[in-house]
């Protein structure tokens, strides 16, 4: 669906990797998920603690008109 508030999946990387405290809160709220620091640079864990798939996540707030906007608005204002 397009809104025009589509972020690419590396950039949904980069608020996962780079601004934890303004994209954490939002994943926490939406999904239960968490932002941990990985073997690379972060995971994205469940409420029960599995590893997730970022592509995977990235997907489902794209598929998401409110949640695509709230993170494309958040993304807009750290990088502007």
């Excluded at 620091?37 to 864990?45: K, M, V």
Aim: proline share 5%; net charge negative.
């Amino acid at each position: 669906m397009k809104t025009g508030y589509e972020i690419s999946y590396y950039d949904f990387l980069r608020l996962c990797s780079d601004h934890r405290a303004e994209t954490a809160p939002l994943l926490r709220a939406w999904f239960g998920y968490e932002i941990v620091p990985g073997e690379r640079d972060f995971e994205l864990r469940d409420v029960h603690g599995a590893a997730l798939f970022p592509a995977s996540v990235h997907a489902v707030i794209q598929a998401d008109p409110e949640h695509q906007g709230t993170i494309y608005r958040v993304a807009m204002t750290l990088w502007r």
